[in-house]
């Protein structure tokens, strides 16, 4: 089957989902302000059968797609394990596991931000990264949403309006509010910072 998307307007970059009703089946694409994609892929593996004609930022999103699969499975079994976890060394080793896999992840893409810094991919991962809350204050919920408003849009670049087009922004705000102090008076403040 072949599907055609066409628009009049410019298309906004961002990243973008393919969506089909059997529900079996996504694709999600990486797309500069105004790009033209050819997109080939099977239903049953769209990742692993992908060929995208394009830029290359879309071929280094393919990739970095790639790179994500055995990750999924990996932070599912860390999930599932931590569930189980009994005791605290079950514990530390799960919390080690997870730190681990989340080194491998930042590694990969700080490496390609170092690398492509102005590209989308790059403006992505940058807005997606969290900082890790300090040794010396973690335990203090006050200290610890204090950091977390403070650094929760490190890296974010609010001029480029492609990264509206991402999950990143929604989610940065939820958390942003959500460590706000829920009286009227913060809740205004901080929506007007």
């Known amino acids: 089957a072949t599907l055609t998307l066409k628009s009049s307007k410019r298309i906004v970059g961002g990243f973008y989902m393919l969506l089909f009703k059997n529900k079996r089946s996504q694709m999600e694409l990486l797309m500069n ?101 300090p040794a010396d204050i973690q335990g203090n919920e006050e200290k610890e949403k204090t950091f977390i408003r403070a650094h929760i849009f490190d890296g974010f670049d609010f001029d480029d309006e492609r990264l509206a087009y991402t999950p990143f922004l929604e989610t940065k705000l939820s958390t942003y509010l959500s460590v706000a102090p829920q009286v009227p008076d913060s809740i205004n403040a901080i929506s007007d910072e």
């Open 33 to 133: 302000n105004g790009d033209e994609l050819t997109v080939h892929y099977h239903f049953d593996n769209p990742i692993e059968s992908a060929t995208v004609l394009g830029t290359q930022e879309c071929l280094d999103y393919l990739a970095y797609m790639r790179f994500l699969q055995p990750y999924n499975d990996k932070f599912k079994k860390v999930e599932e394990d931590r569930r189980k976890a009994k005791t605290k060394a079950d514990s530390t080793a799960v919390k080690e596991r997870s730190k681990q896999l989340n080194k491998e992840l930042d590694d990969y893409r700080e490496t390609y931000s170092k690398k492509n810094p102005n590209t989308l991919l790059a403006k992505q991962f940058r807005a997606a990264a969290y900082k890790e809350i």
